[in-house]
């Protein structure tokens, strides 16, 4: 855009940009008539069909006009930055079910506590939960769609220092939960800092893998360093589950963004024969320790034999929770007692499940609502990941592609890690389940994933930075301007010979053949 049309107010075209603004939100508002997305809503009014009988009716109705409102809203952005409206109505779905299911743990709750409900809406933390993901994802798509900068080189060591900042401030300032060191609390207010943690990440790989076609050195050791760097403080935090999803993400960026796949291969022989060694240390360590030796009983011995046993209990107690029923087995034992209990299609009995809003949700919903029911949940995740997928294939710039398989690999690993988890199929870990668990922050950060995910899927303008383009684009620019010179001057018979229109051309000649022309 001209300086010219800056001033004016005029887009490129030459139309008013008030105007231009009016043009798209009507367009986007018609689009909005016709989606198919809308056909969601009808479906969650009848899930006051589904909840009423097990006594949560008013519990849904209450935050079923935010629900509605957030359906409307979601589809007026996809309309405006023309995404993909299966996506969005995959996500509806997830949301209208996990809805649908915190309500019925909370009509539980209030039985079991009815002193509790007293003076104070039952819904409401959950609706401030709502309304802040909402904003924050419609912020996050907006800066998006118009930020070009957000790829640069720069915005990636801006984000690297801020991921260290909350990593930092998080080991001197977080509350433990569960022996996990990541609650940030602030006037009452409780918030996962690995939550950002992992978006932060996302943007910074997709900068320093994404936006060149074949990533120097220099890059790598940098994506290697920041990479390794965000796990160890994972590491410290205790935070097992979140370091599995960025491993996860990290080897997928690896494998099909680095052209060399040795790189991805020595990568995965070094991390299996670091963990085997870690596991031969721990080992080491142990024995240490039982003999009172000063390298098992240091503090920093102390923190790794802790954190050793966490992941090797968690092993153990995967294979035989019996070993331990009312301690480290307890949750796996309750979670398929409540799959055994659910059946083919649910039962109304109260849900006996710790943590049953968050790590162990899936049992929950199997308890609740059926086996069937919960493998239709499970089909709508990878229906989700495939227009994930699909949209990544027909993004032609590499950083829009990275970025897509970013979100919607970090969206569904950690689906497939905690329904995994919480079913038996492998070591249970701390995470939560997208749009199904409660919690806040995973809350807004799932509605900031799909924001972003849904802005890549629409027709962005802009391609991600990279120093080759730059100065290609400044070259590109400068010989322009010279051919235009040569084209203006040749047909108002300025230049009258081809040797020195290609002077003037290239810059060449000296200043009396250029002036020598300019005066015939």
Known sequence: MSNKHLKRGLTPSGVPTGERISWECQRAFYSCLRSPVLAVIPLQIAGMLFVSPKGAGQIYLDLLPLLVLITVASVFFVCLVQGNQKILLLTMILLTVGTMLQSLFKAEYIAKNPEKSSGRSLTLGLQLQYIAALLLAVLTGFLYWNLRECSSLKMAEFLTIVSLFLSVFTLIFAKSVGNVRNWIVIGGFSFQTTELIKLLYLFISAALLGTVERPRKGRLVWFYLISFIMMGFLVVQSEFGTLLLLLMVFMTYLFLFVPDLKIFGITAISMGVFSGFLTFLGIRMERWAATGSSLGTNPLARKYIANFQKIANRVIYWMHPEKDPLGQGYQLIKARESIVLGGW?????????????????????????????????????????????????????????????????????????????????CPLTGITLPFISSGGSSLVVSFMLMSLLLCISGNISWKGQSSEEIEFFEKSTNCAKRVFAFGHRHVRGLVPDIRSGARSLTGSGSAKSRSKAGGV
């Open 345 to 425: 299609f649910g039962t109304s009995s109260v849900t006996d499940l710790p943590v049953k809003t968050s790590d162990l949700v899936f049992p929950a919903l199997i308890q609740r609502c059926g086996m069937i029911f919960a493998l239709l949940v499970f089909l709508v995740f990878i229906l989700l990941w495939l227009e994930g997928m699909k949209v990544c294939l027909r993004k032609k710039d590499k950083y829009h592609r990275m970025m897509a398989v970013g979100l919607v690999s970090m969206f569904f690993n950690q689906s497939i890690i905690i329904i995994a988890g919480s079913t038996g199929l």
